[in-house]
């Protein structure tokens, strides 16, 4: 099948790639010069396990072409995908610009028989304007549109998109259905066929409904630090009853990422302007946004003054195997612990570039080891393996006290309590190795002095 997918970000050149992996001839189009000229030289501008390895396959077996020609993409082309951005504007609802912008001059070039879907996250409403838009331009209606969103996770795009559980097809008619169906055939996931509204808000209700689940698990975390039960039991007790599952139920400082924090935001508007007022999914908001501050307040229980305190920071993307920062807890965070005057050092196997333009203050170390150095505490913010291996003795010997503030619950309290940590996680015990340590290792001197009496 020939496939035109228009917008190389992350959903678009995940696609592009794929489905040119799986045979199709894809030509992936973007307005970016620069953008289309390092990807033709083999450059991958984000940081995704395997997607370089894959796009390099499919370039040398001619499957794959990048150009900043619409005409030049659309030549050929059965099935046109866009997957440009819809960043969320000041109050929260979903910019269209590029999808408008790329409608009409989609409609310049629309052949009768063409299928034009949107894999981009939109309103509900949107495929409806941008057939008006393509048709407006195009001065003919002999095209289908459909909606068929992205469901793939960062880090895992490939796995995701070559290997999905599900795919939505939301269409007006049969063209559109069958032109899907053909794209997806060497995939053979399970389909579901709907209206283009249903397809349009399945997306929002599960990301909003995986947001749902991890505010939930964090609230359920909060009570347990209180009430003096571990989260981690808990959260397997839970997912072990198959109707609840187990995925999505791993406590921490709260989510982020490009998806889960702008289509919650951009649902509660939607619904808004439909006349309904979401109660739930403010309420998921709320508790992500304070559970990132409660892990300061960990933090200042046993370092109430952060000002001149070396504070090292382990993670900064929004979550493992990705550079993302995109509302990733680590920028509210690190903003904090600036303003409060502590000299704070990070360190991310990966997103130390995306951290240098986000945030320019931070001083940056290019190991845990370095960052680690001399700190007063650390804050673990992201769950890599890189960090759930370090080798404990030498983090206290590295460290100035010996505090370990841990979003991610990569470390088992107890454990840490034996190495001589102060150690404070979600949701389970808070516990002081530092204390215990000294008074069970008497010093040398008075070792001695006991051996001579
Ligand atoms: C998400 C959806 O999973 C995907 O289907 C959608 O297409 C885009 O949004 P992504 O943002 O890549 O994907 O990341 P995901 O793996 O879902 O994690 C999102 C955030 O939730 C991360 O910050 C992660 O750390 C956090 N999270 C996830 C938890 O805190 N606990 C969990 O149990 C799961």
Redesign the pocket.
Known sequence: MNVCVIGTGYVGLVTGVCFSSLGHNVVCVDHDLDKINSLRCGVVPIYEPGLKELMNKSTKANNLIFTTDLEEGMNEATIILIAVGTPANKDGSANLTYIKRVALEIGQYVRPGMTIVTKSTVPVGTNKKIKQWVSFSSGHQQFSIASCP??????NAIKDTLEMERAVFGVEDVQAELALRALHKPINPTIIVTTIETAETAKYA??AF?ATK?SFINEVANVCESVGADVEALARVMGLDHRIGT????A?V???????PKDTQAFIRIAAEANYHLQIVPAVERVNHEQRYRLLAKLKKSCPILAGKRIAILGLA??PHTDDMRAAPALDIIQALLSEQSSTIAYDPVASDQAKRLLPDVVLASSWQEAVKEADAVLILTDWAEFKSIDLEELKVLMRDSVVIDGRNLFHPEEMKQQGFYYDSVGRAQVDGRLSQKKEAPSPSLTAQTGTH
């Open positions: 992205e469901f793939l996770r960062e880090g599960a990301n995986l991890i995925s999505f139920l791993k921490g709260g989510y982020g990422g490009s998806c889960f929004f979550k």
